[in-house]
């Protein structure tokens, strides 16, 4: 229970961070807003074009910009070495990881669903019936991407290159994400919506062997 | 043994399997002579996912001896199974264009090994991107861990979703089975290729462990 005691000061201090500047919320949904736009661009967004394509997408957008928003998470606490101080103020380093990565998992799905009635509209898809449902995909798929780019964000600002390191460390592992993630989204703004429990499961299941991965070598992952 | 005499052991192996596979197998009935860049195509794959195999276990055993010697072996096995996989993925095409009509499908497999080799170029780039060698080790193996973690998860993903690949015809289950030349001419390729596995990583590794020994020395120059 100290774990949890930790990191809920812990995330309180990360969205106390963001909500006094949201830097990272206004660049991402105004990211994810242009490569929206500019998607529209490359085919033809009529109703049944887009339900094939929109959710795909979607998805990728969110993915790239989850890769540019992870990036401050652990090269932020390098300025004034305040790492240091964090690693000592915890009982488990793990609750450090993981309000780290409930604080992006919550940015993430703030901006995705802020995101998602302009979709719908820029693509001529209807999302009013199914809007609770795309959530949960989108809540499912976000901490699919947050665990895995939470750790990497540690790893990449060790790096040299780091603004290049952390796309390419983290898009070719979340191809199991991009993949159930479309699937669910697209069944969901079919003409007749149906909810994929399979790829619902898939992407809990995901996030389960990412999360115990990190917790089990995430201590390591704070080593200077 | 030295190794340049293994590698004229492995030649001969390799010209005398090369021999077996061309003239002493059987000509596949319906796929014809293609068929037989499978001896060289499935080899490599198995190779390559040993090597990747061998490279989790360096990762595995360096994050928690910290011995150099497993740091040298995974960077080793890596970038030979880097150099297997795309055998692999050139021989795939050449094998499909004739026999299924296109290069390329976003088939389980070939995606898998796709995003494979995209993880352990990752891998590669990422050691090239930290000079700290302790902290070039910790971090790299911290990511092949996630990196090898994944390799189910894309897998079943893929497979769930589409596939084409032709099933499994060794260890395939009932039905399933090779021409005894044939299997014959696997086997050794098998052998063969394996020798050659062994050899590169050996050799791989011997120039890390002077790379290593170059930079202490040189770190003890300018010390003095």
């Known amino acids: 229970m100290a774990v949890l005691a930790d990191t809920t000061v812990l995330l309180g201090k990360e969205l106390r961070t963001e909500f006094r500047s949201r830097e990272l919320l206004t660049t991402t949904v105004v990211f994810i807003l242009v490569v929206v736009v500019l998607f529209s661009f490359t085919f033809d967004p009529s109703a049944g074009e887009s339900r ?85 995909v989108l809540f499912l798929g976000s901490l699919g991407v947050a665990i895995p780019g939470t750790a990497f964000s540690a790893i990449s600002a060790q790096a040299r290159m780091r603004e290049l390191m952390l796309p390419l460390l983290l898009l070719p592992l979340l191809t199991p994400v991009l993949i159930a993630s479309t699937e669910a989204t697209r069944a969901l703004l079919d003409a007749n919506p149906v909810l994929r429990a399979d790829w619902l499961g898939f992407l809990a299941g995901f996030d389960v062997v990412f999360l115990t991965a990190l917790w089990l070598f995430g201590e390591y992952l704070l080593e200077e | 043994m030295k190794s340049s005499f293994k590698a004229a052991i492995l030649f001969v192996l390799i010209a005398v399997t090369g021999y077996l596979a061309f003239y002493y197998a059987p000509i596949e009935r319906s796929m014809g002579v293609i068929q037989k860049i499978f001896y060289l195509h499935i080899s490599c794959a198995f190779s390559a996912f040993v090597a990747f195999g061998t490279c989790f276990y360096a990762n595995l055993r360096y994050v928690f001896t910290r011995e150099a010697k497993s740091d040298w072996l995974g960077v080793s096995a890596a970038e030979v199974g880097l150099a297997f996989i795309t055998v692999v993925l050139v021989t795939g095409p050449i094998w499909a264009h004739p026999v299924w009509g296109i290069w390329w499908t976003w088939d389980a497999r070939l995606t898998l090994t796709f995003v494979l080799g995209l993880l352990y170029l990752s891998y590669l780039l990422l050691r090239s991107m930290i000079e700290e060698p302790d902290k070039r080790a910790l971090f790299s193996a911290l990511f092949g861990i996630f990196a090898f973690l994944d390799v189910p998860l894309v897998y079943f993903s893929i497979r769930w979703w589409r596939t084409q690949h032709p ?58």
């Not at chain 1, 380093?93 to 309000?99: G, M, N, T, V, W």
């Not at chain 2, 090779?178 to 050794?188: D, H, K």
């Not at chain 2, 394996?194 to 003890?220: M, P």
Request: net charge positive; proline share 5%.
């Open chain 2, 167 to 224: 099933q499994p015809v060794i260890l395939g289950g009932p039905g399933s089975g090779l021409e005894p030349r044939m299997r014959v001419s696997y086997l050794l390729m098998w052998g063969a290729l394996t020798g050659v596995l062994i050899l590169l990583v050996s050799a791989r590794y011997r120039l890390e462990a002077l790379r290593a020994s170059v930079e202490d020395l040189r770190r003890e120059a300018e010390v003095r």
């Open chain 1, 52 to 136: 094939r394509f929109g959710p795909g997408l979607l998805w990728l957008s969110f993915l790239f910009a989850a890769s540019l928003m992870l990036q401050p998470c652990f090269l932020r606490e390098q300025n004034n070495d305040t790492l240091s101080a964090l690693r000592l103020s915890v009982r488990d380093p793990f609750s450090i990881f993981l309000a780290k990565l409930s604080a992006n998992t919550l940015f993430l799905l703030l901006t995705e669903v802020l995101m998602l009635p302009v979709f719908a509209i820029l693509y001529n898809v209807h999302i009013l019936g199914v809007f609770l449902q795309l959530v949960l």
